[in-house]
């Protein structure tokens, strides 16, 4: 069954007690036991609830596996894989320009387990197989990253960490299952912000967990009932609401993001366009390799200084100033001083996240629209630019 039609379909039947076509919101805290200890499969919403239960089917179904969790927010998610897998002296692998709130969970949240948090190029085959020990209990991919979209090869990856004992874990928040199934390429758990692509209306915040294996899996879960940061059920069913649509949504996504990549890369006031479907991108032979399409994020380098940057970012008529990504709506961002601020600026800086960085989300607007607006922008901060040259600033 292709992928649209699971979307529409899978583990979502019309409702049995009315025949509904689409399932109701359970807003309820508790349910109706029939002897204590019996009831129903649910008991209280904490552990269990039908509008959430049949969210967490489906996103298990679209990723190719049969468990799912849903959490309140997407760092709860990568929480939780966190809390269950990670000891004292362990350690984590993770991208060079890992995401700024993962960042934060590892070296200030976790910092009293003495966690041993590697950044490594992880498009480097030869340096992510160095980096691994017997100490490494975590291998944490993004990919493509934020905000640069790095891409790296999962199956490899995935061959030489279950070589030293370690786990894969896969951030799909940017490629989204659509285009991209890292459990078919040896994942072992696979996180979500769902607030982005998988929610898609920018009017909700959540987080999932998705593995294959009981066995794996059951920690998570676990945590999800103990910790209790789960996602009240009307979010849910708004998720499920939004994952109908979710393939033409980034289906649309896509094409414009490659349409605003190819417009930036050869523009005077751009010295660089980070998109994996650039045959310039580094990345572009694996991400052809592994993905079924190149996602909906671009992130570009302004050939200017920050002042630059903040006139351009914060005076687009399409594109809003804003946190997040993969909303209907166009977002743009600084992450220098936005998604990635609680990255201390040496490390950026040594990361590759420079202050000229710009991340765009593009939405679903009409291409050429969008490419009009960056272009407003762009060239007036070539006259900008041109005008301190004459100034001899």
């Avoid at 379909?9 to 029939?34: C, M, V």
């Amino acid at each position: 069954m292709h992928f649209a039609t699971r979307a529409i379909h899978a583990a979502q039947p019309s409702d049995p007690a009315t025949g509904a076509l689409i399932a109701p919101i359970y807003q309820t805290s508790t349910f109706e036991q029939e002897s204590p200890g019996v009831n129903r499969g649910f008991d209280y919403a904490r552990t269990n609830n039908p509008t959430r239960q049949r969210l967490e089917a489906v996103l298990a179904e679209l990723e190719g596996v049969e468990h799912g969790a849903v959490f309140a927010s997407g760092l709860a998610a990568e929480h939780a894989v966190l809390q269950a897998y990670l000891r004292p002296h362990d350690e984590v692998i993770v991208p060079i320009d890992v995401y700024g709130g993962t960042y934060r969970l590892l070296n200030r949240v976790f910092a009293g387990f003495n966690l041993r948090v590697t950044p490594v190029n992880t498009t480097n085959l030869d340096e992510v197989a160095a980096a691994i020990t017997t100490a490494t209990r975590l291998v944490w991919l993004e990919t493509p990253t934020n905000p640069r979209l790095l891409v790296s090869d999962i199956r490899a990856i995935a061959d030489l960490a279950h070589a030293k004992g370690a786990l894969v874990v896969v951030d799909n928040t940017f490629a989204t299952p659509v285009f991209q199934q890292p459990f078919s390429l040896g994942a072992d758990l696979v996180v979500h912000s769902v607030t982005k692509y998988l929610a898609g209306h920018s009017d909700l915040i959540q987080g999932a967990v998705l593995a294959r294996d009981a066995a794996v899996f059951e920690p998570v879960k676990f945590l999800q009932n103990a910790i209790g940061a789960v996602p009240a059920p009307l979010d849910c069913w708004l998720t499920l609401r939004g994952l109908k649509t979710l393939e033409l949504r980034v289906q649309r996504h896509a094409e414009n993001a490659g349409r605003i990549a190819a417009a930036l890369a050869g523009h005077p006031a751009v010295s660089r366009v980070y998109y994996p479907g650039l045959p310039s991108h580094p990345g572009h032979a694996v991400a052809r390799r592994q993905m079924t399409g190149f996602g909906g994020m671009l992130s570009f380098e302004l050939a200017g200084d920050v002042a630059d940057v903040t006139m351009f970012v914060s005076n687009r008529r399409l594109f809003t100033l804003g946190e997040s990504l993969g909303g209907v709506r166009s977002l743009i961002c600084h992450p220098a001083r936005m998604t990635h601020a609680s990255i201390p600026p040496e490390q950026r800086a040594a990361l590759g996240l420079s202050d000229t960085l710009i991340r765009l989300s593009p939405g679903i607007e009409h291409a050429d629209d969008l490419i009009d607006d960056l272009e407003a922008g762009l060239a007036i901060v070539a006259a900008s630019s041109s005008l301190r040259v004459e100034a001899g600033l």
